[in-house]
């Protein structure tokens, strides 16, 4: 067996997972899906929980890595959480699949203690890069954060399965708006209002000289 093949064994892995959470790990339906023997699969995987553990530990990974991303190439960090909804919206439009974690959350009692540490890292994760972007982009104070950070994921992570239950990404799209208008989330016309404000504080005080 080659790194590739257990880079394929993860990827596919991932996506059934999405799909079908943890019990949806079947070797035999993995093997199927990426070509080799499922006796294969244990040359890396040794076992169910183990095969999990490595698939949610990429994920919330990756998903750290994209933030982190996101964050460094917007031009403000007010521009980051406005994409930040992205992130949960491709899951849908890639064959109306979830948030790996959201769903394995969902099946939480019934998870091997080393995948449920993984799956909490991926709320964990997100709750960081939320509280630091929030703060960064002076959106509230660091009072106000946790909170605020939480409402927004969980906000969010509501949104994806209202809309995978109904397979209408348009719903999802809908609920983002929603949020965005009664506050939760920055929007543009926020960002417009600021700079409007901002000019005409800067014209005050250069009129007022």
Excluded at 132 to 144: F, H, P
Aim: with cysteine; hydrophobic share 45%.
């Amino acid at each position: 067996m080659t790194a590739n093949a257990r880079e394929d064994i993860l990827a596919a892995a991932k996506l059934l997972a999405q799909a079908h959470g943890y019990a949806g790990l079947n070797f035999r339906d993995l093997a199927k899906q990426v070509g080799i023997k499922a006796a294969s699969i244990y040359y890396y995987f040794p076992s169910k929980s183990d095969l999990a553990v490595a698939v949610a530990k990429r994920y919330w990974q990756d998903s750290a890595a994209y933030l982190e991303s996101l964050l460094q190439n917007s031009a403000k960090p007010l521009d980051a959480l406005r994409r930040y909804p992205e992130t949960f919206r491709w899951a849908l439009a890639n064959g109306n699949r979830i948030c790996l974690c959201s769903f394995m959350s969902a099946q939480f009692d019934d998870l091997p203690a080393a995948v449920k540490k993984e799956v909490q890292a991926f709320t964990d994760v997100n709750l960081a890069w939320l509280k630091k972007t929030l703060v960064a982009a002076k959106v509230v104070s660091s009072g106000d954060v946790e909170k605020r950070a939480r409402a927004i994921y969980s906000g969010i992570v509501g949104a994806q399965l209202m809309a995978r239950s109904r397979a209408d990404i348009a719903l999802y799209d809908s609920l983002i708006e929603s949020y965005r208008a009664a506050g939760l989330l920055p929007s543009e016309k926020v960002r417009m209002a600021k700079s409007a404000y901002r000019k005409e504080q800067r014209n005050a005080r250069n009129n007022g000289e």
